[in-house]
């Protein structure tokens, strides 16, 4: 109740401070901001309003997401500019605001994005890396340079807020309860691997990524830490465009990619093709301690892996324009992933110290891996006379199937190196997985009076999962037997419905919106042969409130509380132990619960001439936070499995900037400090951490003679502890330099991405009979060369724009 207490004392003092800073304005201007060509809202772009005589900033507002602005103003005789990254600016004429003329509405105004014109070919100015509102950050991933020759974890690696581990695990301020998406939509590309899965589509393919921390209730309440959203490449502007990219790397890395677009009249075709073969070498270490009364026992564990991969990625589509105020767009996207895996590990066995060797066992992994995946998507779009009025129609399904043959050798040699046969192992491991899932989605927007607004909409999905898995051991017959409690079927079905609704309204300069997301989710998971079966359904209410406060002098300030879920998927509910390692497992635990949290935060934007800042607050309770918890036996096997620990209580501060110092100098930076109370005491009294921990990332771009940019950026995350002991720093360092050719129409681009091969996941874990230390590198130091070329025969937009003024 403190905290509520609190959080409504903020909103009625910043309520205040609205209405104090309204009352000194008499007069207002409006308008409405769209692109030139395709009239898409320019959101977020900046309107400042200067005093005639003295030349001097009076006021100033961002562009709402619907590309509308509003300005208060004293009486006075003004003009306006208008300003957007990647786009020409526009200065109004001269106005006069009086007590007989209190308002001005400027209507439509269009603005022309920059262009240069190479021999024909119309290549349009990038819009810039970051774009920021309240409730989101947009990044625009084709900006970066760092994202060349890589893959979609590599582009989210780049990202500010978002840090992804080596193992390929997204976190979102620091916390893996994220929620990824794929087109607003969920994909199979993170359905069985989790984040895992983006390493298979290439960076190329995607536009760009939005972050949205503390979603609304029209969004899936699914994402403690929040979403990410990735938008694949898509144009609709008339005429053919496109790009080819070829790129090669050390380690392998070979590939290509494609996006193409034609728009004639009502039509528009969309194709993107990527292919990519990838060797990527890791290696890990461990080393633990094993407490028995009188005997210490000491493992030494050394892992290498190679993990050779062909991905194809093709997605293509068309948007049909009935009218431009009613789109059908069909899309098909198709992936399959062909791998293979090799690892190496031996384990050497000590008593007491590392001068008594006891043993040395090797194990060697062979891995064949098959992944097609395709997805069917029909979306429609109506929008309506007035202002923000529209309709959204979404249908997709997603058939996904994973095979997996493993193949494991064991071989055992005494403290003198002397092999003993009778002991030597054959296994091998069958892992078959299915997906099929259908997802249908119905939304509607309602504006109501002059500056409110009411959304509402349903959203169904029914996921089936199977995965059918044995393990099995060569006999002294050369038979292979399948092993005690690693033959069944798993079966998981899923079906969440939900329905929401949002009002909105804005009074004077404070903006407000509530909303109510209930959710009905029912799940059973089924172990086929030994007939067990844990169905689990339950029914939720997520509440969510947003208060946006614009402030003079290009200032915006925002409140926002959701409430949040994290729900168990199949992979954290499936019991199958993984067996590449034969002292270390992991599964998941079918007796899992949901874990939910409460989120509250605090945003605010800073726009300058040269730059924007913006930072926030934030806090988040959360009830059964799920993690990961290590045991160890009295023969040294571990076991690793996802558990339900009592709650997590976390806040954090975070603040991002993108600053132009020079005309040859760019920059941006991102600081996120938090602070963590985790108590897992309901699992051993002594899981109980209070951690503080902060991440920072700076990139600097540099622009040279001769169209050559340089671009370095430097990542660190501090160490944290955790339930079980503690995760210790990482770091690394990445540069790239790309140069323009073929006259314009190319770029060439190379990038080492760490540099200084520091990029390792180091673990301490702690428990009442054990020590456990691990080291690991799954990816080495990358250099990629990429060479693109870019097709665009769109016409040229005007160089001179009107102001199109309502009446």
Not at 723 to 752: E, P, W
């Amino acid at each position: 109740m403190k905290y509520c207490r609190r959080f409504l004392c903020i909103v009625s003092l910043l309520f205040l401070l609205s209405n104090n800073l309204s009352a000194q304005n008499a007069a207002a201007i409006k308008g409405k901001l769209v692109d030139s060509v395709s009239s898409s809202p320019l959101a977020f772009a900046t309107v400042q309003v200067f005093d005639k005589e003295q030349k001097k900033l009076v006021n100033g507002n961002l562009v709402s997401e619907s590309g509308e602005f509003s300005i208060d103003l004293p009486f006075g005789t003004y003009y306006a500019i208008i300003e957007f990254t990647g786009y020409s600016s526009f200065t109004t004429a001269q106005f006069v605001l009086s007590s007989k003329n209190p308002n001005r509405d400027f209507g439509i105004i269009r603005l022309a994005s920059k262009t240069t014109v190479l021999q024909g070919v119309v290549v349009q100015a990038e819009k810039s890396y970051m774009q920021f509102s309240l409730d989101k950050k947009i990044f625009n991933v084709g900006k970066d340079l760092a994202n060349a020759g890589g893959s979609a974890s590599d582009v989210l690696t780049n990202i500010p807020s978002v840090s992804v581990d080596p193992e390929g695990t997204v976190k979102l301020r620091g916390s893996d309860n994220v929620r990824i998406l794929i087109d607003g939509k969920p994909s199979g590309l993170v359905s069985i691997k989790g984040g895992g899965g983006l390493q298979q589509l290439p960076a190329s393919l995607i536009e760009r990524v939005e972050i949205i921390t503390n979603p609304s209730a029209r969004y899936e309440a699914e994402g403690n830490a929040g979403i990410i959203n990735i938008i694949l490449k898509k144009d609709n502007r008339q005429g053919f465009n496109g790009s080819v990219e070829i790129i090669t790397g050390y380690p392998t890395n070979l590939g290509a990619a494609t996006n193409f677009n034609y728009r004639h009249k009502k039509i528009n075709f969309f194709i993107n093709y990527g292919i990519a073969y990838r060797n990527q070498p890791g290696e890990g270490r461990l080393y633990q301690e094993v407490y028995s009364p009188d005997t210490t026992f000491i493992l030494q564990q050394k892992n290498e892996s190679v993990l050779k991969g062909l991905n194809n990625n093709i997605r293509g589509g068309l948007d049909y324009y009935f009218t431009e105020k009613s789109i059908l767009t069909a899309s098909y996207l198709f992936r399959r992933s062909d791998a293979t895996r090799t690892m190496d590990i031996r384990y050497e066995d000590y008593f007491n110290d590392l001068s008594k060797l006891n043993n040395t066992i090797t194990r060697s992994q062979y891995e064949e891996e098959q992944e097609p995946n395709s997805e069917y998507s029909l979306n429609y779009k109506r929008t309506f006379g007035s202002k923000d009025h529209e309709l959204t129609a979404a249908a997709k399904y997603i058939d996904n199937w994973e095979s997996s043959t493993q193949l494991f050798t064991q071989h055992y040699f005494d403290a003198n190196g002397i092999q003993d046969v009778s002991k030597s192992i054959l296994q091998q491991s069958l892992n078959d997985e299915y997906e099929k899932q259908w997802l249908f989605q119905l939304d509607y927007v309602k504006p109501i009076g002059k500056d409110g607004k009411f959304e509402t909409g349903i959203r169904s999905s029914f996921r089936d999962m199977i995965n059918d898995y044995v393990v099995s051991e060569k006999n002294a017959a050369g038979e292979f037997v399948p092993l005690p409690n690693l033959d069944n079927v798993f079966i998981y079905d899923e079906n969440i419905h939900a329905v929401y609704g949002i009002l909105g309204n804005k009074a004077k300069k404070l903006s407000y919106q509530a909303g109510l997301r209930a959710e009905w989710t029912d799940v059973k998971t089924t172990l086929e042969k030994t007939k067990e079966i844990n169905p689990r359904s339950y029914f939720n209410f997520f509440p969510s409130a947003h208060f946006t406060f614009d402030l003079p002098k290009e200032n915006a300030l925002q409140v926002s509380y959701s409430r949040r879920v994290r729900r168990p998927f199949y992979n954290d509910l499936s019991p199958f132990m993984t067996f590449s390692d034969a002292r270390n497992f992991s599964s998941g635990n079918p007796d899992l619960d949901p874990e939910f949290s409460n989120v509250g935060e605090i945003s605010h934007i800073k726009y300058f001439d040269k730059g924007t800042i913006s930072s926030g607050l934030y806090y988040r309770n959360t009830k059964g936070r799920i993690d990961r918890i290590r045991r160890v036996d009295s023969a040294g096997n571990s076991t690793t499995r996802p558990e339900n620990l009592l709650s997590e209580k976390a806040w954090g501060a975070e603040f991002t900037g993108a600053w132009t110092l020079t005309s040859w100098w760019k920059l941006d930076a991102s600081l996120n400090f938090f602070h963590a109370d985790i108590d897992g005491s309901n699992i051993l009294k002594t899981y109980k951490a209070s951690t503080y921990s902060w991440f920072a990332r700076q990139t600097s771009r540099f622009s040279l003679p001769h169209n050559i940019e340089i671009q370095t950026r430097g990542n660190y995350e501090a160490p944290q502890k955790t339930a079980q002991g503690k995760r210790k720093s990482l770091y690394y360092l990445d540069f790239t330099a790309s140069k323009d050719v073929f006259k314009g129409k190319g770029t060439a681009n190379i990038n080492v991405l760490d540099v200084f091969n520091t990029r390792k996941a180091r673990t301490i874990s702690e428990g009442d009979n054990f020590y456990t230390e691990s080291n690991s590198q799954p990816r080495r130091r990358q250099i990629n060369f990429t060479l693109s070329y870019r097709i665009r025969q769109s016409k040229p937009a005007p160089k001179k724009l009107e102001g199109e003024e309502g009446q």
